[in-house]
């Protein structure tokens, strides 16, 4: 047993729907640009390249059915994109596509969080994006649903309300790369382990919010998910 020198923080945790377990993070992966027509939003080439990923801490992690964010320091430019999380409950390395969704344990709703101006002035200076990507409640995530590698929702509509208004509308069916695949191409940069989390992407529409607001997110097959953001 380890003496620590001092006492080492809870480990994030997400629930699990219908259940009084709760799934937990190991480590949050982001998939960046995985649906044409936000690439073409972002201003970027929507062909089918090889995905490209970035990371958030595990304790960015903000997780339950309605959530309440604090508007993050810094910046005066966030943003909001929804997107489909998916759950591993075993991993390994060079993982085939056919068989990465045996590693699957459950998928959930997230909003992933972006302080647009600091991840922009990041780019401009060739600088890591994690100022801008990984803050405190920037992967916020509804309850997890468990599902088998038939289950898992691959198509059905995904969006994203603030205020009441559609911001974001897409199709699950519109990913350039599936989730499978996702998984498959990850396995070949690191070891995936029991507990990552992997962002699969987002539609367009992404946008600001501002304290007040109140964003609701939405998917076929997916419990949803409430953030409002506060001062």
Known sequence: M?????????RSVVP????????????IFCVGRNYAAHALEMGADPSREPPFFFTKP????????????????????????????????????DIPADQALDHLFGAALGIE????DLQGQAK?????????KGFDGSAAIGEMTRFTPASLPQSGAISLQVNGALRQSGDLSEMIWKTEETIAELSRYLTLQAGDL??????????????GDCLLAACQGLQPLQVEIIR
């Open 198 to 211: 992997i962002f699969t992407g987002t539609p367009e529409g992404v946008g600001p919010v501002v304290p």
């Open 2 to 10: 380890n003496n620590y020198a001092f006492p080492i923080a809870d």
């Open 113 to 116: 969080f972006t302080r647009r």
């Open 16 to 27: 699990v729907a219908g259940s009084d377990t709760v799934f937990p993070v190991n480590r």
């Open 58 to 93: 595990a304790d960015a992690i903000l997780a339950g059915s309605s959530l309440q964010l604090p508007y993050p320091p810094l910046t005066g430019d966030l943003h909001h994109e929804v997107e489909m999380v998916v759950g591993l409950k075993s991993g390994g390395r």
């Open 124 to 132: 401009k200076s060739g600088r890591p994006w994690d100022m801008g």
